[in-house]
């Protein structure tokens, strides 16, 4: 499968209890994205990579959130102390970058749905 | 904040008929793009269309934009009941800006 993978697909945990979620993004593609999507909403930006390094990051990403992608290739994003208000579908995206639109199409991961109890 | 806004937020039609849905936007643009999201899952590139193109096919695909009155229109020809989803527009804001602002959406159910 050479599409963005993202694990798990469902997670529940219990208000105030940490979370990680996984992306690895298409294998040739430099930058990566974590978005957030509430029910009826569009996807919202969190946080962007350009290989390892984290080049911008939402206020939607309180102190709570870390994201990382320590070698360029996958990307974790933790959530510490958890909240109601955190359950959300996390969608992860993947483009090649550089100039040209089309480089910049991104392709999005089936995302992991988060239920904070 | 979201940048865009999509009309009408629902629509229902008959197989085989024509959808068109809208969207605008607020700030200058480097490019619009339109994905698709079936219930539950991630979102499905559609097109792209830069903000020097004026339309854009592909397939049963038309695009739209204006970028004089901030606006574009995504037509699916001929539905089809595969093509329920929710549908969404993007913009890249600036050259070479790496996040994309999206819409609300545009819930599409097609009938058969």
């Known amino acids: 499968d050479t599409g963005v993978s993202q694990n798990p697909r469902h997670k529940i945990t219990k208000r105030g209890q940490n979370v990680t979620f996984r992306c690895d993004p298409i294998s040739e593609h430099n930058r990566l994205y974590w978005y957030r999507q509430t029910l009826g909403q569009g996807p919202e930006f969190l946080t962007y990579?350009?290989?390892?390094?984290?080049?911008?990051k939402s206020r939607l990403l309180s102190d709570r959130f870390s994201a990382e992608r320590p070698k360029g290739s996958f990307s974790t994003l933790e959530i510490q102390r958890t909240e109601q208000g955190d359950s959300a579908m996390y969608l992860c995206a993947s483009s090649l970058g550089g100039t040209g639109g089309t480089k910049n199409i991104q392709y999005f991961g089936a995302g992991t749905r988060l239920s904070v109890l | 904040s979201q940048q865009g806004e999509e009309d009408p937020q629902a629509l229902s039609i008959q197989e085989g008929e024509n959808a068109t849905m809208n969207c605008s936007y607020k700030t200058s643009i480097n490019n619009l793009q339109w994905y698709r999201q079936n219930s539950g899952r991630g979102l499905v590139h559609l097109i792209l269309?830069?903000?020097?193109?004026r339309e854009k096919h592909s397939g049963r695909l038309r695009v739209t934009l204006d970028t004089s009155k901030k606006s574009s229109s995504l037509l699916i020809t001929a539905s089809r009941a595969a093509d329920t989803a929710s549908y969404f527009c993007?913009?890249?804001?600036?050259?070479?800006?790496?996040?994309?602002?999206f819409g609300q959406g545009t819930r599409l159910t097609i009938n058969p």
């Open positions: 993007a913009t890249a804001l600036i050259q070479g800006a790496q996040k994309l602002v």
């Open positions: 269309i830069r903000s020097n193109e």
């Open positions: 990579f350009q290989n390892e390094a984290q080049l911008e």
